[in-house]
């Protein structure tokens, strides 16, 4: 199946940008996600991005994706307290339904 | 609330019962997906129905586990004779045709607790 990698853990200062990022490994995955995962709570998605993007910006949130070298990134703009969470890269093939997703990293913002 | 909806929230139960949890999807999503996340994990990937029809199965999901969508709507996800490792936090999603990202939408989920 796809393999979807993550770093486990990020701090960041309130205030600061936070930039999360994701690796896959296969190339036909044509849309990638960002869902993001409070205590409690079911999965909300972020945003995504189409594989023939390079860049999708939403508020403070922007997505970046270098399909050479099967990287996806999501950087948060002026992170808040609100921010902490559990943050997971998914990718999925476009003639397949199913989403692989990586094992998340957890965002903790201090004061 | 129109968002998908899980029963129960938490399950504990003894190895060897048998357990069934159920998925309401979102009215009118053709689409809906069961996966499993443990602990540290993503969610993984079980099983897939469009309408009542299952059309892909994991291999995670052993005989021991059956999940029906019998009229299109709603779907049970049923575990026979439970084992410690299934305990889980098990997530449905649901989407609907036609949307070009299939966005999908997830439950609260239904964590299972097996003793």
């Known amino acids: 199946g796809e393999d979807v990698e993550q770093s486990l853990f990020l701090s960041v200062r309130e205030g600061d940008s936070s930039v999360i990022n994701c690796t896959y490994t296969d190339s036909s995955s044509t849309y990638l996600y960002w869902y993001k995962q409070e205590p409690g709570a079911g999965l909300q998605l972020l945003t995504y991005?189409?594989?023939?993007?390079d860049m999708k910006q939403d508020q403070r949130l922007t997505v970046l994706l270098n399909k050479k070298d099967k990287h996806l990134s999501l950087r948060i703009a002026d992170t808040q307290t609100g921010d902490s969470a559990i943050y997971f890269c998914?990718?999925?093939?476009?003639?397949?339904?199913?989403?692989?997703f990586g094992a998340g990293t957890t965002v903790t913002v201090r004061a | 609330d129109t968002g998908v909806s899980q029963d129960p929230r938490h399950k504990i139960t003894k190895r060897g019962q048998n357990v069934t949890f159920r998925c309401d999807p979102i009215s009118e999503h053709n689409r809906l997906y069961w996966y499993r996340q443990t602990l540290g994990q993503g969610p993984e990937f079980l099983t897939y129905f469009q309408n009542e029809a299952q059309l892909e199965k994991s291999r995670l999901l052993s005989d021991r586990f059956s999940a029906e969508r019998p009229k299109g709507s709603f779907s049970t996800l049923e575990i026979q004779r439970t084992e410690q490792g299934d305990s889980a936090m098990y997530l449905c999603?649901?989407?609907?045709?036609?949307?070009?990202?299939?966005?999908?939408?997830f439950g609260p989920g239904t964590r299972l607790t097996v003793l």
């Open positions: 998914a990718v999925q093939r476009s003639n397949d339904y199913k989403l692989s």
């Open positions: 991005i189409f594989s023939n993007m």
């Open positions: 999603a649901s989407s609907p045709l036609g949307v070009v990202n299939n966005e999908q939408f």
